[in-house]
């Protein structure tokens, strides 16, 4: 067990290789390898049927909140769909076609906990229920790269309202699906599965936390983590969980599945900070993926100005990991 272990904390530093170098290539491979897959005989009819069309279509584009700006163009969609990280479908950037074993529907939504109003809900209600708009985000995984997406969806503090948490409950804690026979990693019993990520309902309850439903001007993708993937953009990739089926507000502080993993390495608030390296490598400077392009990690991921404040007095905790 101790050596097989190993296998899953040695993949961070892994992926931290100069691996993108070969990104151009790869992604090319994968895309058609995709393409491919989408018009094979061999995906049953009912997987087709229930991935076409998309029951929410009709609300894409949504218009978009101008408020949020990028300092940098965004990524060619091809790249952000062609390069993730989905540890569910394989440990390499190339899940895309993996990923389109993901049935989305029927999916169910899990509210429950501390709440007032514990409930579960379908997707499509849920989606139809919230006040859909699009993002433009940046977003800064923990292996030092970064892409610029632009999101649709609806923020998170919409869900927490339809909750109704407890005065008792101090945080929300979200799982994606477990089904090994879609996702094959899960057989993988060294892994914590599921997927598990937390915050705080005051992080929660932040302007910039985003459900994501949609992206590029579409329902968001199976790689993207379909149908529904949160979006933090001011800490790293990893809180971002994707394929979510379960909010639990609780008084306990989440265990997030690389803080499960590997604790001396990832925790709880893992805030973006360049000043603060992982005990690995710098984050000092990312590599913003498809533009052969190096820019300097700003702390917060730049959005210092909404979040700032929801650190203050917590200056002992661990924070920037
Ligand atoms: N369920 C699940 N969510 C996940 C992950 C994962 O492996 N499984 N990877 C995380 C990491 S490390 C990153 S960087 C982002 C990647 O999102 P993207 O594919 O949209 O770039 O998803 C995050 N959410
Ligand atoms: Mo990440």
Known sequence: MHVIRRRGWEIPERLASPEHLFFNRRALLAASGAAALSLSPKISLAQRISDLPDPTKDLYPASRNEKYTLDRPVTDEKINTNYNNFYEFGSTKSVAKAAQALKLRPWTVKIDGMVEAPQEIGIDDLIRKMPLEERLYRHRCVEA????????????????????????????????????????????????????????????????????????????SKVQGAPLRLAVPWKYGFKSIKSIVRFNFTDQRPKSYWEALQASEYGFWANVNPQVPHPRWSQATEEFIGRNERRPTLIFNGYAEYVADLYKGLERERLWA
């Open 145 to 220: 790269w970064s892409m610029a997406i632009p999101w649709s969806g609806f923020p998170l503090a919409k869900l927490v309202e339809l909750a109704k948490p407890l005065s008792s409950a101090k945080y929300v804690r979200m799982e994606t699906f477990l089904d090994p026979s879609v996702a094959p990693a899960q057989k993988q019993s060294w892994y914590p599965w599921p997927y598990v990520e937390g915050l705080t309902i005051a992080e929660a309850s932040n302007e910039l936390a985003f459900l994501v439903t949609g992206a590029y001007g579409k329902p968001v």
